[in-house]
């Protein structure tokens, strides 16, 4: 069998896994996302190892899944941002700023001394609290579009504070790089170069997002080009992530977010989430959600492992909840709602995983170590739409029935 051929029968078993595992949540009145990540660790090394059946021989097939999953991440935080207005993002500035911050502040410190507690050296826990100070919203973004609140005074919050989240960390994975390199000045540096890069991608992405995309939509619009409204999205959503990683510095979620929530300002706004929605969840999202449980191997994890990883999870749930739950709480938020904003900021996700890979890659930790990181970021991904949706859930009116924006 040739190699296009194993790649279009994994893909079948990829999708029609997590579409049969997000209805029999959906079933069990869960998100179905929790489904769609549960069938990706099902096919993962931890239960059938997928990757390594007698018919797939293919050595790049798991990094054109990978793509493929990274494309409807990409969709995924696009239409997020459409569903959201600029506007009220800015309302929500000061709840965001103080959840992000303190999202990011407490976990370090949390995740840094439980792992010197067990005796782990300074450099690496440092490192694992980098990690746990990631945050990645892809997954409580699609539950609470499922809830039909992504709109609410939570999700516009919990989202900004991802935004800062993102670009907080970042920098200081920068700053702990210049640090433990052995050029400082280097180092001092490109510190400053890094933050440079920020500010000239969120002032060019900003200004051209106002300026210039909602005539360009419209533009494009009266054009008789066969669905060209939506390959422009899509083009648009591309090149802002390109962008935020290459120009800014910053994960490409947070470009996809920003080009959504620039796209929101147009007329187009409807009829464009109705047309990527049907791309994104016809096959590029559901191949995202099994993608991050077809990297996690739960059988690395041994011996005492197993009580170094249970503690560092239980410090990653409870890390995120309390400093973001605080900070929207100092905020002006209720304390209910500020703890929804914590719980779906609990997520780490692939922006997790970007930040431990880089460690592995640059020797900062060794390869017991990511995957205890990997295991980390798998649970506790699996755990947040399970805690949102009953925190919120639990909000919604009686009368009201929550919409199931995703087909599953």
């Known amino acids: 069998m040739n190699n296009f051929l194993q790649f279009i029968l994994a893909i079948t078993v990829i999708v029609t896994f997590t579409k049969v595992g997000g209805y029999l949540t959906l079933r069990l009145k869960q998100p179905a996302v929790v489904g769609e990540l549960l069938a990706g660790i099902a096919l993962g090394p931890t239960l059938l190892n997928m990757m390594q059946w007698s018919m797939f021989t293919d050595q790049h097939l798991g990094e054109f899944i990978a793509h493929l999953g990274e494309f409807g991440v990409i969709l995924l935080m696009l239409l997020a941002g459409m569903h959201l207005h600029l506007d009220d993002l800015v309302d929500s500035s000061r709840v965001a700023g103080l959840s992000g911050t303190l999202g990011v502040i407490t976990p370090l410190l949390m995740g840094w001394g439980i792992c010197v507690l067990f005796g782990m050296p300074t450099h690496t826990s440092v490192f694992i609290g980098l990690i746990l100070a990631a945050t990645s919203v892809s997954m409580s973004a699609q ?216 460690g592995l890659t640059h020797g900062i930790i060794d390869q017991e170590v990511f995957s205890i990181t990997v295991v980390t970021v798998i649970v506790v991904t699996l755990v947040t739409p399970i805690i949102l949706h009953r925190l919120s859930k639990n909000s919604l009116p009686d009368n009201s029935k929550p919409p199931i924006l995703s087909p599953d």
């Open 143 to 358: 539950t609470l579009m499922e809830l039909g609140i992504l709109r609410s005074k939570v999700g516009i919050a919990m989202m900004g504070a991802a935004v800062i989240d993102d670009v907080l960390v970042l920098l200081g994975l920068s700053i702990f790089t210049a640090i433990t390199s052995s050029q400082s000045t280097g180092g001092i540096v490109e510190i400053f170069t890094i933050i440079l890069q920020m500010i000239g991608f969120f002032t060019i992405s900003i200004a051209a997002g106002i300026l210039l995309l909602p005539r360009l939509t419209n533009w494009i619009d009266g054009l008789r080009i066969n669905q060209g409204i939506y390959l422009y999205t899509i083009v648009v959503a591309l090149v802002y992530s390109w962008a935020a990683e290459v120009i800014g510095g910053v994960a490409a979620i947070t470009g996809a977010f920003l080009a959504g929530l620039f796209l929101s300002r147009t007329l187009q706004r409807d009829r464009i989430i109705e047309g990527v929605s049907t791309i994104a969840y016809s096959l590029f999202v559901p191949v995202f959600f099994a993608n991050i449980g077809l990297q996690a191997n739960a059988r690395n994890i041994t011996g005492d492992l197993i009580w170094i990883t249970s503690a560092i999870i239980i410090v990653a749930v409870i890390s995120k909840l309390v400093g973001c739950t605080l900070g929207a709480r100092l905020g002006g938020m209720s304390l209910q709602k500020s703890m929804q904003v914590g719980a779906g900021m609990i997520s780490r996700g692939e922006v997790g995983l970007i930040v431990a890979t880089l």
